[in-house]
Nanobody, 119 residues
Framework: QVQPVESGGGLVQAGGSLRLSCAAS????????VGWFRQAPGKEREFVAA?????GTKFHADSVKGRFTIFRDNAVYLQMSSLKPEDTAIYYC???????????????WGQGTQVTVSS
């Protein structure tokens, strides 16, 4: 079973950019659809973006459209721009068989990476 591993989180000022990466420990992610989700303190985990195996189908949450972009090569990336304090959360990547906005569609989850946006 694939084990996603996130990296690239950190502290950034509002308006800044970060790129998150999701790689696979022990295997490649190329056979999987991948989703990015985030969870802020006291809130439920929410969908951010997802991409299918070929990279030809992508979904983005309305809250991040125009600011975040998901793409992939050997890994899966989340390019985040124009960051806002409300983007502060732990960001998780997850692998599954089909691309979906629904977190129950993903079987394998990473440990998460913290993104903090200061005002």
């Amino acid at each position: 079973q694939v084990q996603p591993v996130e990296s690239g989180g950190g502290l950034v000022q509002a308006g800044g950019s970060l790129r998150l990466s999701c790689a696979a420990s022990g295997r490649t992610l190329s056979s999987y659809a991948v989703g990015w989700f985030r969870q802020a303190p006291g809130k439920e985990r929410e969908f951010v973006a997802a991409i299918n195996r070929s990279g030809g189908t992508k979904f983005h949450a309305d809250s991040v459209k125009g600011r975040f972009t998901i793409f992939r090569d050997n890994a899966v990336y989340l390019q985040m721009s124009s960051l806002k304090p409300e983007d502060t959360a732990i960001y998780y990547c997850a692998a599954g068989a089909i691309v979906t906005r629904n977190r129950v569609g993903y079987d394998s989850w990473g440990q998460g990476t913290q993104v903090t946006v200061s005002s």
